[in-house]
């Protein structure tokens, strides 16, 4: 069954020059006659998709080609310019981990907000939590303000609370570079028990090794086009003949 499709999506976004203009460059500018609209850069470029239920699919390509960007706009993270978006099923998005989280309340509170968010029930949320704070290696900061923690300790809780739960789709961009070597293999443990199961899984990745032993088909963005389609070991020979960089 086909649980994501893409038509014709593109995305224009703005260009880090047009988010530094600020208000009074902008006046100063126009009076002094040297005002310029800031740019818009075109990052991603009628991209056409179908993946259905229990798909595998890798996604391939330099920095800078539009591989996050694609995943924002399919968890709904970001809204196209143009085209048609489609999604059946519950996602868990393993994106920028610990993005959603309150730095203000606890580590507790925001396992049962981030569970809530993801589609679960508050007291489905709690059964969980010890699991959670186990996994995450946060079982002494349960009632800490979450603005205490270290940037890696945040990332684990978000990937313990995202896969602790059963989601429809799993969205994952390089989760397994978070924390300790010993916290890699335990991730790289907990991501391969989807793979025996029929949820549908979107990966991005720069390990092309771990991308072809996982994923039966990849797509290679370049410069948010779909420069190919297909089976995986094909993408990434096709990939890397062309030896592109991205912009």
């Not at 349960?142 to 990937?159: I, W, Y």
Request: with cysteine.
């Amino acid at each position: 069954m086909e649980v994501i499709r893409l038509d014709q999506v593109s995305l224009w976004r703005r260009t880090q020059e047009e988010f530094s203009y600020d208000l009074k460059k902008t006046v100063l500018s126009f009076f002094e006659g040297k005002y310029r609209k800031p740019a818009k850069k075109l990052v991603l470029d009628e991209i056409n998709l179908v993946v259905n239920t229990g798909d595998k699919l890798g996604i391939i390509g330099a920095n800078g080609s539009g591989k996050s960007t694609l995943l924002k706009v399919i968890c709904g993270i970001l809204q196209p310019t143009s085209g048609v978006i489609r999604v059946r099923g519950q996602i868990a998005p393993l994106i920028e981990l610990g993005a959603g989280f309150d730095p203000e309340v606890s580590v507790m509170d925001n396992i049962l907000l981030y569970g809530v968010l993801l589609g679960f029930s508050r007291a489905e949320m709690r059964e969980r939590t010890q699991s959670i704070l186990e996994f995450a290696e946060l079982q002494d900061c349960a009632l800490v303000p979450v603005k205490a923690l270290s940037s890696g300790m945040v990332a684990r809780l978000g990937f313990a609370i995202a896969t602790d739960v059963q989601p429809d789709i799993l969205i994952l961009d390089e989760v397994l570079s978070v924390g300790d070597e010993n916290f890699k293999n335990k991730s790289k443990q907990r991501i391969e028990k989807f793979w025996d199961t029929n949820v549908t899984v979107l990966v991005v990745s720069h390990d092309l090794s771990f991308i072809e032993q996982s994923c039966e088909q990849a797509i290679w963005l370049n410069k948010g086009q779909v420069m190919f389609a297909g089976p995986t070991c094909d993408a990434i020979q096709t990939y890397l003949d062309t030896g592109v960089e991205g912009p």
